[in-house]
């Protein structure tokens, strides 16, 4: 199983970014993905999921009404686009994997991250 998390970067507060999760290696509709964040200092945070296997889409508190899951099944990937920053969403975003449904925690494969800075 290989994840792959990219599209971060440094942006303005307000501003936008969308990130990719591409993956290999595992029969994809039958798993869920999921975002998860770690800010310097603090405890890793779970962010959203999308299941492939109802369909559904999940976010954290702090993601709602500014995050959006979606992704390219054709294309095995997993995209997370996030409006309205603020400078609390500054850490690095990871994604990862588990069979079936998502979950906020206990993911069974985990990917590199990308570094996501939200500063003017």
């Known amino acids: 199983v290989q994840l792959q998390a990219s599209g971060g970067g440094l942006v303005q507060p307000g501003g936008s970014l969308r990130l990719s999760c591409a993956t290999s290696?595992?029969?994809?509709?039958?798993?869920?993905i999921g975002w998860f964040r770690q800010a310097p200092g603090k405890a890793r945070e779970w962010v959203s999921c999308?299941?492939?296997?109802?369909?559904?889409?999940l976010y954290a508190e702090s993601a709602k009404g500014r995050f959006t899951i979606s992704e390219d099944s054709a294309k095995n990937t997993v995209f997370l686009q996030m409006n309205a920053l603020k400078p609390e969403d500054t850490a690095v975003y990871s994604c990862a994997v588990r069979y079936g449904y998502c979950h906020t925690a206990a993911m069974d494969y985990w990917g590199e991250g990308t570094l996501v800075t939200v500063s003017s």
């Open positions: 999308i299941s492939n296997k109802d369909g559904s889409t």
């Open positions: 290696g595992f029969t994809f509709s039958r798993y869920a």
